[in-house]
C-alpha cells in the first residue's frame, strides 16, 4: 500500500521527542483498514519513508484515533526540513497479501525474484465446536 500525501511537520514532546507529520484522515482510513494484519504490536506499523530524495525506514505510530509518521532527524537534514514545514510524504507499508517485495530493478522484466510470504492462517472462531453465538437462532 502506498500512501502519498503532505503535512506540516510537528513536534511531540513525548517521552521520547519526535518529529512527526500526521497522515490525513483518508490515508488513515486506509492504513486502519490493514493495520491489525500488519502491526508488530501496540498499533505501531512499519514503513518506508520517502522525504524529497531521502528514504529511509520507520514505523507509524498509532495516536488518538489516527496516525503520525515519524520524520528522522537525518532525514530532515538531508531535505532542510524544519519545523513548521509543509512536506510531501510516501508511505509504503507492505501489503499483508501481497508480494513482499516490489520489483527490484524498476523494469518490467521477469528476471527479478521476488518472494511471496503465504498466507497468514486465519482462526475463525465460529469453527470452534464450543463456539457460542448469543445473535444465533437457537
Known amino acids: 500500500m502506498e500512501l502519498r500525501f503532505g503535512g506540516e511537520v510537528v513536534w511531540w514532546r513525548g517521552p521520547a521527542p519526535f518529529h512527526f507529520v500526521a497522515l490525513p484522515e483518508a490515508e488513515a482510513a486506509r492504513l486502519r483498514a490493514v493495520a491489525s494484519r500488519v502491526t508488530y504490536g501496540w498499533g505501531c506499523v512499519p514503513a518506508t519513508v520517502t522525504l524529497g ?3 529511509f525506514t520507520t514505523s507509524v505510530f498509532p495516536k488518538d484515533g489516527g496516525f503520525l ?9 538531508a531535505e532542510g526540513v524544519e519545523l513548521g514545514d509543509d512536506v ?9 497479501d501481497g508480494p513482499a517485495d516490489e520489483d527490484v530493478d524498476g523494469t518490467d522484466d521477469e528476471d527479478d525474484v521476488v518472494p511471496v510470504r503465504p498466507a497468514r492462517p486465519h482462526h475463525d472462531p ?7 453465538d448469543p445473535a444465533a437462532p437457537a
Open 126 to 132: 465460529a469453527a470452534d465446536d464450543d463456539y457460542f
Open 88 to 96: 510531501t510524504l510516501v508511505v509504503v507499508v507492505q501489503d499483508p
Open 69 to 77: 509518521v515519524p520524520i528522522k532527524t537525518a532525514a530532515r537534514r
Open 53 to 55: 530524495a531521502t528514504t
